[in-house]
């Protein structure tokens, strides 16, 4: 039986290579001989290809796999072709070691069975093609991580866009200029061109484990070939949806929560704010009508959730959505207590934050604020709505922000980290009051869902991210790199256009100084485009901010090339407005 073994230096850390080393195009473009590869379930591929071994040439139909992963630096690979001149079948292990800080050393051993005619050229010879094979694959995955990223073909000014309508997005100016995204793969994104970025905002928040993770995909696509969806409403259900709820009330800080799916954040904020006033009305206190929310808040941008957020630009033409709704100033319990005063308590039926604001700057809470909003609630017989969409399933380094800030409320909104994007997914677990009427006696109708509520492939989705949480300790992880992204963060804090840095968990805001904002009300904007040209995607918030949440699975040295990258464009826009005439 033909033994191979063997070792490569590379000049990148483990991550990038293995994210090279199990992205089907990349394989492609490495291994010599090989057509197509098609990713299959999981860590799997098939392609065809060209071998010549000794005199026997021919091309072998082949599947590769990898097995007990511990990504980056494991796994075992299996091989199986078959082709004219015979079948052959391996299995080995390989290990990728860092070295020297930016060097990954790939080692190799495996075992080969050869059946057939091409058995009879030798074990030796056999042995020295699997082995070539191995090395030349390696060497185009070497060339990969050295190449630069492709310049970009020139595009006249006024290319017409695709019939697509961004969202948040003025498309006289957005059309033509579309930064096409076609591939992700850990903390990195490949547009149409060949650029490579750092993706610093998890796309929106959201994709908290990672791109390109192939164990959601294969969950994802085992489910749609077997049932995709059927609705849930009345009696019916799925064993993913099932399975989910029970996996999100364990989570929960509650005891028995009871957990009602919904297709993303908006809906779930629409969800728990109708419950709220259709659980005073179950339990005989229907003039408890008033909503009450914060400043700057954002809740998304249904009827309900976009009046509760406190962004004027988002209702700006649009009348009233909803009825009874009034604002606080944001991390100000002095304020939400005269708010309820002044409505009466008698009519209050919830008050709704984040527990820290995101989109409205990242803004932490001041130490005590949510335990005191807890106590006022609880005084005055007011729901409380912590709408976690952000930073539910380990933002924070806590699984809930409920659970760092000490406090329970009697509604969690949930979406983005639930399926780290994967599928659209999200929901709101209902804590033991507010359920009691609606679960127990004759029980009472909430009439109330949609039409992909508890979906089974998104439901799948959510399952097989949150053992990726689990598995690989993510929640804990965020919870460890604080302290190094908060350091990195702040660092900013020195640059002349900063006026202030704030960092929590994994979230950070790097708001720039009002009087630069002043001289250049577009100065945010000019920031995220140089970021980009450095490498690295962020966004605006609120028109004064730098917006930064990456995946959990971010390395420190990524940490540092992200900040590094927003360092640059503040200083690109200094030496701007240095230069002569």
């Keep these: 039986m033909p033994r191979v073994t063997g070792e490569r230096m590379l000049a990148g850390p483990p991550e990038r290579v293995w994210a090279l080393l199990t992205d089907a195009s990349e394989l492609a473009r490495a291994m010599p001989g090989a057509g197509e590869v098609e990713p299959e379930d999981g860590r799997s591929f098939r392609t065809t290809i060209s071998l010549a071994v000794g005199p026997v040439k021919d091309s072998y139909e082949g599947r590769l796999a990898y097995e007990d992963e511990q990504p980056p630096t494991a796994c075992t690979i299996v091989v199986e072709t078959k082709g004219k001149s015979g079948h052959v079948a391996g299995r080995g292990a390989m290990r990728l070691e860092p070295r020297d800080g930016e060097g990954t050393l790939v080692c190799y051993e495996g075992d080969f069975k050869v059946s057939g005619p091409v058995a009879g050229v030798g074990q030796r010879m056999i042995a020295g093609v699997a082995r070539k094979t191995i090395e030349r694959t390696l060497d185009g995955i070497g060339r990969r991580l050295t190449e630069a990223p492709e310049a970009a073909p020139e595009r006249p000014a006024s290319a017409p866009t695709t019939a697509y309508w961004h969202p948040f997005a003025n498309m006289a100016k957005v059309a033509g200029e579309e930064l096409v995204i076609v591939r992700g793969r850990g903390c990195e994104l490949v547009d149409r061109d060949g650029r490579t970025y750092l993706d ?171 335990t005191a909003v807890a106590e006022l609630c609880r005084e005055h017989d007011v729901l409380l709505i912590a709408d976690e969409v952000i930073t539910g399933f380990g933002r924070l380094g806590r699984w809930f922000g409920c659970e760092r800030f000490g406090f329970t409320p009697d509604l969690l909104v949930f979406a983005k980290g639930v399926s780290s994007g994967y599928m659209p997914l999200g929901g709101v677990v209902v804590g033991p009051r507010v359920q009691e009427p609606f679960w127990r006696g004759e029980g009472t109708w909430f009439r109330h869902g949609y039409t992909y509520s508890g979906h089974a492939a998104a439901c799948a989705a959510g399952i097989a991210n949150l053992d990726i949480l689990e598995r690989e300790r993510l929640v804990e992880r965020v919870a460890e790199l604080e302290a190094l992204f908060a350091e990195k963060v702040h660092s900013l804090a020195e640059h002349p256009l900063v006026g202030e840095t704030r960092a929590i968990g994994l979230v950070g805001a790097v708001e720039l100084a009002a009087a630069e904002l002043e001289r250049e009300p577009e100065l945010v904007e000019h920031a995220v485009a140089l970021a980009r040209e450095h490498g690295v995607l962020t966004r605006a918030l609120r028109g004064c901010a730098l917006h930064l949440s990456p995946p959990f699975i971010i390395e420190p040295e990524q940490i540092d090339a992200l900040v590094d990258g927003l360092r640059q464009a503040l200083e690109a826009i200094q030496d701007r407005r240095l230069a002569p005439g």
């Design 200 to 370: 610093a905002t998890a796309a929106l928040w959201y994709c908290n484990v990672g791109y390109g993770r192939d164990e959601i995909a294969a969950a994802v696509e085992r489910q749609l070939r077997e049932l995709h969806a059927y609705s849930t409403f009345g009696s019916y259900a799925n064993e993913p949806a099932l399975t989910l709820a029970e996996r999100v009330a364990r989570l929960a800080p509650f005891e028995d929560g009871k957990v009602f799916f919904t297709s993303g954040g908006s809906d779930a904020v629409d969800t728990a704010a109708k419950l709220a006033r259709r659980y005073w009305h179950a339990v005989g206190r229907p003039e408890k009508l008033a909503l009450i929310g914060r400043r700057h808040a954002y809740h998304g941008m249904h009827a309900w959730g976009t009046s509760l957020g406190g962004i004027p630009a988002n209702v700006e033409g649009l009348g009233t959505l909803v009825a009874d709704v009034v604002h606080v100033e944001a991390n100000s319990v002095e304020e939400l207590a005269a708010a309820i005063e002044r409505l009466g308590p008698e009519r209050v039926a919830a008050f709704i934050g984040e527990p820290v604001v995101g989109a409205g700057g990242v803004i932490p809470p001041p130490e005590g604020y949510w």
